[in-house]
């Protein structure tokens, strides 16, 4: 085949993709998260241009402790309302609204808890957040942050998948010329404050946007289609155990860094921090995607199986190169960070992004589970990646160094992976893909 002939073929392959909601929404949010990461490291590069180092430090340490206090307190309704949006039809703001409201008062009081204890949690913050106007911001951005990452999901769920991009790009955009503008200002506190502002217009211009538009535009889309509203035990049956996964997911994710810096020392684990970052670019891939096969798979059960096999054949065409090129040039790839990233980061690189590919597996495996509602497929997965994960981590680095991080969560991810792939072999064949509509369910 001529090379004109492979173009003409791949475009008519893109082409036919685009045309299905399924995977134009997951190119659209892989996009999305590309175009999130590449700005959030500008966002901080311009920081470090203008700001002196330790206020960069004390504010990226701010925002870092509000994202993970929201984080946990939000009990990730965000992944709820994803997998009951769609069915909900006209009443979708019956379960948006009170999810908003739940995430942002938990995420409220658990950001007074951590001030009231800020000499015990994080006595290096107390520079900047001891200010009474800091303080009060710092409660309103922890409220703020869990409608933010919930108005993302809700936008998918609605089919305004595209939405995400100009709500996301307005938020990075508006930060870097606030923090323009604050430079002169708040010479010590302007990146918070760019941030918590940001944030702040994000959320109205998203809850609007969502209220006012897209919602009555998906009420009339769905208007011929049954409406499924969970009761409360079933949306709870649903949330718990969902959440229980998060915190693994969560504790795993975050506890590495930390491990790595105790178990090494600053040096090594800033080596680890950016090949850490690189490999979560890459675990976003398939992270979008899944958003994407969980709002749609949920309205069109029976297309569950179809979408998550194209799903994964997509995803995996999109990481794979990408790990291809950064396990051949990894060392050239380190080189512009200086000689100390370069001579110690090149194995851990290598190893974090091979683990991108078995993450494929495990996150569209957690996915599909979600349509399916099995959620106790969704706790082990997600516990025992943690476990496999820290536990490798405190075992190999001691002996290996910062590698042998890279090492858990290669093993890791692939002993999931295989798990989650052995157990849907030995699904039996008659036993239905989706849990039937909740017995609660207003219909």
Not at 13 to 28: E, H, N, T
Not at 363 to 382: D, N, P, Y
Request: hydrophobic residues 60%; positive net charge; contains cysteine.
């Amino acid at each position: 085949m001529s090379v004109a002939a492979r173009l003409s073929d791949t475009q008519r392959r893109v082409a036919r993709s685009w045309a299905q909601p399924v995977y134009r929404s997951g190119y659209l949010l892989v996009g999305n998260s590309l175009l999130t990461a590449v700005t959030g490291v500008a966002f901080w590069l311009l920081a470090a241009r203008l700001y002196p180092a330790e206020a960069v430090g004390l504010n990226s340490s701010a925002v870092s402790a509000m994202m993970l206090i929201a984080g946990i307190a939000q009990l990730n309704l965000m992944s709820s309302l994803l997998r009951f949006v769609p069915n909900a039809g006209r009443r979708a703001g019956s379960l948006i609204l009170p999810a908003y409201a739940i995430g942002a008062i938990l995420s409220l009081l658990a950001a007074v808890a951590f001030l009231l204890g800020l000499r015990v949690w994080a006595p290096a913050l107390q520079p900047l957040l001891l200010s009474p106007v800091t303080a009060v911001s710092f409660v309103l951005a922890a409220a703020l942050w869990p409608v933010w990452v919930m108005q993302s999901s809700v936008l998918v769920a609605v089919g305004h998948a595209g939405a995400t991009t100009w709500t996301n790009q307005l938020f990075n955009g508006l930060k870097a010329v606030l923090l323009l503008a604050f430079f002169v200002v708040l010479p010590s506190s302007g990146v918070w404050y760019a941030w918590m502002a940001a944030t702040g217009v994000g959320v109205l211009t998203g809850t609007w946007f969502l209220f006012r538009r897209a919602i009555p535009r998906f009420g009339d889309q769905t208007a011929g289609a049954p409406v499924q509203v969970p009761s409360r035990r079933d949306f709870v049956r649903f949330a718990g155990p969902d959440y229980v996964a998060a915190l693994a997911w969560i504790a795993g994710t975050s506890l590495t860094p930390i491990l790595v810096l105790n178990l090494t020392d600053a040096r090594h684990a800033a080596v680890f921090a950016l090949t850490w970052q690189i490999c979560f670019v890459l675990y976003g891939v398939p992270s979008a995607q899944g958003l994407a096969l969980v709002a749609h798979a949920a309205r069109n059960p029976d297309e569950l199986v179809a979408h998550h096999r194209r799903t994964l054949r997509a995803s995996i065409g999109l990481v794979a190169p990408v790990v291809l090129v950064l396990v051949a040039f990894a060392p050239l790839l380190l080189r512009p960070f200086g000689g100390w990233y370069a001579s110690q980061g090149v194995g851990t690189l290598r190893l974090l992004a091979l683990s991108a590919l078995p993450n494929v597996l495990v996150t569209l495996a957690v996915s599909r589970a979600r349509v399916e509602r099995r959620m106790a497929t969704i706790v082990a997965a997600m516990t025992a990646l943690c476990l496999i994960a820290l536990l490798l981590t405190w075992l190999l680095v001691p002996h290996i160094g910062i590698v042998g991080a890279a090492v858990a969560w290669l093993v890791g991810q692939t002993v999931v992976a295989s798990a989650v792939g052995l157990r849907r072999l030995r699904r039996a064949p008659g036993r239905p893909a989706v849990a039937a509509p909740p017995a609660g369910s207003a219909a």
